[in-house]
Each structure stands twice: as structure tokens, then as C-alpha cells.
């Protein structure tokens, strides 16, 4: 999925204003300003579209992490340089403290079915041997989940 996606679903099911998302970056040591957040938030076709770096994107989902958990000891995290499906995965499970039950629920509801031992497999470390690539259609059906859970309960 592109960046830029996962950004304009994650401020959709969160209903994140404008100053809500520069705190989010704020709280992950990164000051966004508002025209940078309007332009990747921006679709593909629009001519000030901006493309939201790996980095920033993880630096987004630090802040979210922050926010929703609490400051942890010790030093910030640093935000990864390349993100994959996984990472993302990884980190909107963590953000939301969510255990293996509660992202197949969400899965389900999406209608993904998988089982306990394929979900583990995307949260491997890369060289593990049971390590499997989180495909695109399985974190969009995972934030269509997260939509029908946190965003439809509030409408």
C-alpha cells in the first residue's frame, strides 16, 4: 500500500484533525506543518500531491504509538528508514494494544479469514523461517476492520 493510503485511512478511522496530526508527529520529535500534511494527504491525481517517505510514516506511527500507550523509559524509538506492510501492521497492533483475538476479529469482519499461525508469521523477524510477507490486501482488509470497529462505531 502506499503511504499516502495508509495516512488519509488512519485519520479517517481515528477522525484526526489537522492539529491532531501535527501533535501526533510533535509527540515522535518531527514538526509538520499544515500545508505538508494537507499535500500528502492530498490523492495521487492532484497536482500538489506530495509522496509521504517511509520515514515519515513511521515517524507518524511512532507519535500514534506515544499517544495511545503513553511515553516509554528509556529513548525515543527511531523511526525505520523502510517500512513494509509488516512494520505498519506491527506498529497500528501496537499503538492500539491489540492481542492476536482481537486483529482476527478485525480481519474477519473485514472478510479476511486466516489463522492464528499465519497472523504470527507476519510479525516475525524477516530471516525466521515461518516469516511471511504481510500482502496489501491483508492490511487493507485489517484497516477496513479497524474502520468498522473505531470510525462506524461513532457514526
Not at 476479529?105 to 523477524?125: D, P, T, W, Y
Request: aromatic fraction near 8%; glycine fraction near 6%; hydrophobic fraction near 40%.
Amino acid at each position: 500500500m502506499q503511504n499516502n493510503d495508509i495516512l488519509r485511512r488512519i485519520r479517517f478511522i481515528f477522525d484526526l484533525g489537522d492539529s491532531q496530526m501535527r501533535g501526533l508527529f510533535a509527540l515522535a520529535d518531527h514538526k509538520a506543518t499544515l500545508p505538508e500534511i494537507r499535500h500528502w494527504l492530498l490523492k495521487e491525481d492532484d497536482p500538489d500531491f506530495v509522496v509521504l517517505s517511509d520515514t515519515l510514516l513511521a515517524t507518524f506511527l511512532n507519535g500514534l504509538i506515544t499517544d495511545l500507550r503513553g511515553e516509554r523509559e528509556g529513548p525515543k524509538p527511531t523511526p525505520e528508514k523502510k517500512l513494509t506492510n509488516n512494520i505498519v501492521f506491527m506498529k497500528l497492533k501496537i499503538a492500539l494494544n491489540l492481542q492476536a483475538d482481537d486483529v482476527l476479529a478485525l480481519l474477519a469482519a473485514a472478510g479476511q479469514n486466516i489463522s492464528k499461525h499465519e497472523l504470527s508469521a507476519f510479525f516475525r523477524k524477516p530471516g525466521h523461517k515461518h516469516y511471511r510477507e504481510c500482502k496489501d490486501q491483508i492490511l487493507r482488509n485489517f484497516l477496513m476492520g479497524l474502520q468498522q470497529a473505531y470510525r462506524d462505531k461513532k457514526d
